[in-house]
């Protein structure tokens, strides 16, 4: 699939500006994070591992934290959306809000270091 810019490149409209806002959001949260691929979809790395995906489905937007714990413990902030073991789906209509993002960012940095050690 290519880097996130690459992926970027290939959609239009409020769905692009949606996502493009996800991963200026995770960019700033973690600034280390380079552009990737990870499970075949463009993504930020962080020390190796996938930090966070952001596409474009047919029916909905969806975020990958790569970790179904962290999907599972941010649950409380989700009500409005549907989510998956390991994915939250949203639309350029409904939004993630920014600080949901920002914290479900986090907890997968937090995530990887634990485990880098």
Do not use: C, W
Request: proline residues 3%; without cysteine; hydrophobic residues 40%.
């Amino acid at each position: 699939m290519g880097t996130v810019s690459e992926y970027l490149g290939t959609i239009d409209g409020p769905d692009r500006a949606a996502l493009e806002l996800v991963y200026s959001i995770a960019r700033e949260t973690v600034p280390e994070a380079e552009e990737g691929t990870s499970y075949a979809m463009a993504a930020l790395i962080y020390r190796g591992k996938g930090l966070l995906a952001a596409v474009q489905g047919k029916k909905f937007l969806s975020i990958y934290p790569y970790s179904g714990s962290v999907v599972a413990s941010n649950l409380n902030l989700l009500d409005e959306f549907v989510t998956t073991s390991g994915s939250i789906h949203f639309s350029a209509a409904n939004q993630l809000p920014e600080a949901t993002v920002r914290r479900i960012v986090q907890a997968r940095r937090v995530e990887i270091d634990a485990k880098a050690g």
